[in-house]
């Protein structure tokens, strides 16, 4: 709900749990009043008699007034919001004041404001698909206007109450008849409780993104960011804050916030010596230039924030809730239901709809490489159905000149080489098999070596004259040219006319490197927003494609590409130890829906170490699972074994990908990581723990279990479907459930757990 008050001139956002509140001061300046937790079964509002304290005590200290939005003008010492340049005089200039320009000073005043339903930020998706929920939301939009530059800002807070979640955006206009240049520019300013200090974040590399890292804010300036085209490895747009030492992963007030960009972008979480807080978030500022011309119109994407006082567990599960329900698209037609015989498990299962959850794909990339032809992949596809995959995905190597990856990244069309048919008999016997299909597809990329680059050199990023650096022999298209982004959707959309693909694995495999564009500097923003339109234009057209986005693994995550995308590829890398610390890192922000997890071979493609089959499935099941192993080098005994486990996941499947997530033991505090995921109305959870290192001769603790109905009776139940034991819900959650994991490192196990 949102509340004004004409009197006071206030605005209080109530949430389900919490509350925004903000005022008009009376020089029309809007001014931050508090956001936190507020008393349960409460809807008072704040009505701005109590103003927060300036510290402007001392001469060298007068701008730590809490403006909803921080200018460059009204704040010079601090870090700020929006920053512009004017190329014009005031009419008339004050007699005696200097005639120099440009103008770099805006001072932001309230003009009016309103309720609308359903606006939408800058960006958001444009394929037309449902979310799992669509029902309206209000949105309100307060306009300030500079009393003499030709600028209004409208400062837009449209509210998820379910989730305590705001999405905040900016949307700039020219009303004048001059170009007015915008040198830097977030989303949004969040203030913060003074002392809320303990920030949680991510950082990484290729093959270890989502490392969890805890640390306390100083005095001054602590940046997150990343610089390139994509969201990137090195960090990922979230963050968690809360005063040290008073929270923990069900305790304690939460501020979050993820930005819904996939750019180049920064978080800048400021602490002054008042003790305030803030955070902005949005564009980085490096290289930034945004020109709004005269009548012009710039809408920023959004900054997601919220807080709860449920520690950051709570946290995780609003912003799992909030991208289930409200980012995620959902496919208008699924696959098919067409009866399969498991290895072993004597009965057919059901194929399910993708709009329900996420099928169990296979990828034939570890199975063959380069060397794919027609029959090695429709032999792959047969032992893939034959063990209960639903989704068959061909990965790179079916284009062009693409015999390996020195060339070919550009031509995307079927190579008669190696599928001399074209690739109709391949998806015909994956069909019929009863599994979608799936290709593999790097559509930003270009290797010089290809008919695309050999006919226009001049559509890769580069400064004219200057050395093009290549990575993995490859360049990167100029996606701030409408004929390069035309190109690729075409070629992209043929394929997608001639063929019944399901899936696409859109990757991305570099960084930027010299960002030379025909647009400029605003290749920054152009290059997200032609991969965005290009998605949204192929899902409009194909209402039934789901995509998974890829970047060299983990390097492209964030709210803005989940708009778009069913799944995310989290890393390279596979090792099931190795991922768990990126699984716990990914899941304080991204739900397990989203989550792909391989299970690949046992001695590990990337980092040579061997773990038992168990111990790979305990942790791919925690996600959208999927298989990367050869399957020509399994005999028919692991053939079985993988079929059993495929079969208990589609058994769980719902569990893992609707439910509620607790993390019971993190790494950070144990050798282990026990997790549960439980339905809303608390029917059924998953219980999964994997213990990455044990200490002989100690035993592990019990790990009350939570989130279930206290009064019901629940089964838990192993991967054969035996009962191992009957307890209530009130047992779980005060003893936990006892186990054999606590002899040896690397151990892992996964339960069924059913009401009766």
Known sequence: ???????????????????????????????????????????EVLSGRIRPTLSDHASFEFQTRRDELLTFGDTTTHEVTLKASFATLPDPLPDGDAPHLPIRDVRLRYVSHEIVIDAQPGLAPAHGLPTANSDPRETLRITLADPVQPLTVTLCYRLTPAQDI??????????????????????????????????????????????????????????IEHRSLQTGHAANPFFLL??????????????????????????????????????????????????????????????????????????????????????????????????????????????????????????????????????????????????????????????????????????????????????????????????????????????PDSDLYRAHPEWALHFPGRPRTEARCQLILDFGREEVVEYIFNALDSLLAQYNIAFIKWDMNRNVSEPGSVVGKAIWQAHVAGVYGIMDRLRAKYPHLTIESCSGGGGRIDLGILGRTDQVWTSDNTDAL?????????????????????????????????????????????????????LNGLDEAELKEYANYIAFYKRIRHIVQGGDLYRLERLEEADASTILYVLPDGSEAVYSVVVHSHKMGQFRRMVPL??????????????????????????????????DEDGRSGYGRTLHIRSI
Not at 618 to 629: F, Y
Request: net charge negative; with cysteine.
């Open 166 to 223: 705001i999405e905040r955006w900016l949307e700039l206009a020219n009303t004048g008849d001059t170009p007015i240049e915008i040198e830097q520019l977030f989303f949004a300013a969040l203030h913060l409780p003074n002392g809320t200090t303990e920030l949680t974040s991510v950082s990484g590399a290729w093959a270890q993104e989502f490392q969890t890292q805890r640390e306390r804010l100083l005095i001054g300036r602590r940046v």
């Open 242 to 447: 809360n005063r040290p030492g008073q929270t923990w992963e069900e305790l304690g007030t939460v501020y979050f916030g993820a930005l819904a960009y996939s750019g180049s972008w920064q978080l800048s979480f400021e602490q002054l010596h008042s003790t305030d807080v803030r955070v902005h978030g949005g564009y980085h500022p490096a290289d930034f230039a945004l020109t709004l011309a005269a009548g012009g119109l710039h809408k920023t994407p959004a900054l997601v924030c919220g807080v709860c006082d449920e520690g950051w567990g709570g946290a995780s599960r609003r912003l799992h809730g909030f991208t289930r329900e409200r980012i995620l698209p959902m496919a208008v037609a699924g696959l098919q239901t067409v009866p399969l015989e498991l290895h072993g498990t004597g009965g057919a299962v059901r194929t399910p709809a993708a709009a329900d959850y996420r099928p169990i794909l296979y990828n034939s990339w570890e199975a063959t490489y380069f060397g794919i032809t027609e029959q090695n992949q429709i032999e792959l596809a047969q032992k893939a159905a034959a063990i209960g995959v639903e989704l068959f995905c061909l990965d790179d190597g079916w284009f062009g000149g693409r015999r390996f990856d020195v060339a070919g990244l550009g031509d995307w069309i079927v190579s008669p080489d190696v599928f001399p048919n074209g690739l109709e008999p391949l998806i015909s016997e994956v069909n019929r098999l009863g599994m979608a299909f799936g290709l593999w597809v790097e559509p930003e990329m270009v290797n």
């Open 1 to 43: 709900m949102i509340h004004f008050n004409p009197d006071t001139r206030t605005f209080n956002l109530i949430l389900h749990s919490s509350v925004y509140a903000m005022q008009v001061d009376s020089k029309g300046r809007l001014v931050h009043l508090a956001w936190g937790p507020r008393p349960a079964g409460e809807n």
């Open 706 to 739: 939570r989130g279930l109905i206290p009064s019901a009776t629940y089964e838990v139940l192993d991967r054969y479907q035996k009962v191992r034991l009957t307890a209530t819900g009130y047992e779980l959650m005060v003893q936990g459930i006892g186990g």
């Open 578 to 630: 190795d991922r768990l610390r990126i699984q716990e890192g990914f899941s304080l922000a991204y739900p397990a829906r989203v989550m792909t997890a391989w299970v690949t071979h046992e001695k590990n493609h990337q980092t040579g170490r061997f773990h038992e089959l168990g111990t790979r499935f305990d942790v791919a099941m925690r996600g959208a699972l999927g298989i990367g192993a050869s």
